[in-house]
């Protein structure tokens, strides 16, 4: 075969290739693109109107979308901000209990991701508990509103090549944490802390754990190392928790190490909770292979660090965190936190 024949079957080859990279890459554009239709998931939750809504009301709860694009900033601002509004009215009503979800690696805002329909779950269990254990409190009467933070932690489809999106979805989740997420957050802070009885909590989860992390890496920082006089640090919210984050300790190292600094008060009350287990495939295995591989082409100096704080892990400081008893309905003169742990 000659040098011809050769350059146009490597052409096709190419070609074919690139044409199956395509059709195998995920939506780069947002899921929810109505402002106005949540009202039709309380009839036919299937129907396009619903699915394609950014803030959906069902009979139980609420869940709204914000969606960011891979340089951090929202698809549409004015979608974000009306969300915003519809929060906004519901905590000057009634009060709300606000849970956001910040979305890791290889899921997305689809009405078919698995993280989608699991946090649609969680909120209808959720509904079940307040019903039950805080029937007839204000707690109970609130509306339950989740928050899910999309982004495009899923770039390809095709099983085998999503493994190797690591290091690209890891460069992205960086860049969302840096961005517009941190305004949503600090949005949704000063919306439900406009009144006492309103409840927030941050969840998030892989690489959402790093967005998290990285967001509100400054404002803990802040908030740790200039504590009142009676030594306690402002809370972010009711709580930010992440689970099986995938971060390295270094980048959670400037707040731990400054809200290590002084004691606390005896009643402070958990600002920061970060929960990680070996059973996670993806932070256990997938996360130090992909570090290991990154880390070959950069010069790290290995930093000698090793903190415990016994009084984090007392079961009684815990338990105040999650069973609510510790929101801002309790607390509403000073929004009170405790300290991190790495």
């Not at 340089?71 to 979608?79: E, I, K, L, V, Y």
């Not at 946090?119 to 959720?126: A, C, R």
């Not at 949503?184 to 992390?213: C, K, P, Q, W, Y």
């Not at 005896?266 to 929960?275: N, V, Y």
Request: aromatic share 8%.
């Amino acid at each position: 075969m000659d040098q011809a024949g050769r350059t146009s079957i490597g052409k096709r080859i190419l070609g074919a290739l690139g044409a199956c990279l395509t059709a195998a890459c995920a939506s780069n554009a947002p899921y929810h693109t109505v402002s106005d239709d949540g009202g039709a998931c309380r009839t036919d939750p299937d129907s396009p109107a619903c699915r394609s809504s950014a803030y959906q009301e069902f009979e139980r709860f609420d869940l709204a979308f914000a969606e960011f694009s891979e340089r951090g900033n929202a698809f549409d601002d004015a979608r974000v901000e009306a969300v915003l509004a519809k929060i906004a009215a519901k905590a000057r009503a009634d009060g709300v209990v606000l849970i956001v979800f910040v979305h890791g690696w290889k899921h997305n805002a689809s009405e078919d991701d698995p993280n989608v329909l699991s946090f649609k779950d969680s909120l209808e269990t959720m509904t079940g508990v307040l019903g039950s254990s805080f029937a007839g409190t204000a707690l109970g009467s609130r509306r339950l509103v989740g928050v899910y933070v999309g982004w495009r932690g899923a770039s390809i489809e095709l099983p085998l090549l999503k493994e190797l999106t690591f290091w690209d979805r890891k460069a992205v989740a960086e860049e969302l944490g840096s961005g517009g997420v941190t305004r949503l957050l600090l949005d949704l802070d000063r919306i439900t802390a406009g009144e006492a009885r309103n409840v927030m909590v941050v969840v998030g989860h892989s690489f959402g754990g790093a967005i998290v992390v990285r967001a509100l890496s400054d404002l803990i920082t802040e908030r740790v190392t200039n504590r009142a006089e009676d030594v306690r640090a402002r809370v972010f919210g009711d709580g930010v928790l992440v689970l099986n984050p995938a971060i390295e300790a270094n980048q959670a190292l400037p707040f731990v190490e400054a809200a290590l600094q002084r004691p606390y008060a005896r009643d402070q009350l958990p600002l920061f909770i970060s929960i990680s287990s070996d059973a996670d495939a993806a932070t256990h295995y997938a996360f130090p292979a992909g570090q290991t591989i990154g880390l070959a082409m950069w010069r790290q100096a290995d930093l000698q660090r090793s903190y415990y704080e016994a009084s984090v892990v007392n079961p009684l400081r815990l338990s105040v965190f999650t069973s609510g008893t510790g929101s801002r309905a309790g607390r509403e003169a000073d929004r009170r936190s405790a300290p991190l742990t790495p």
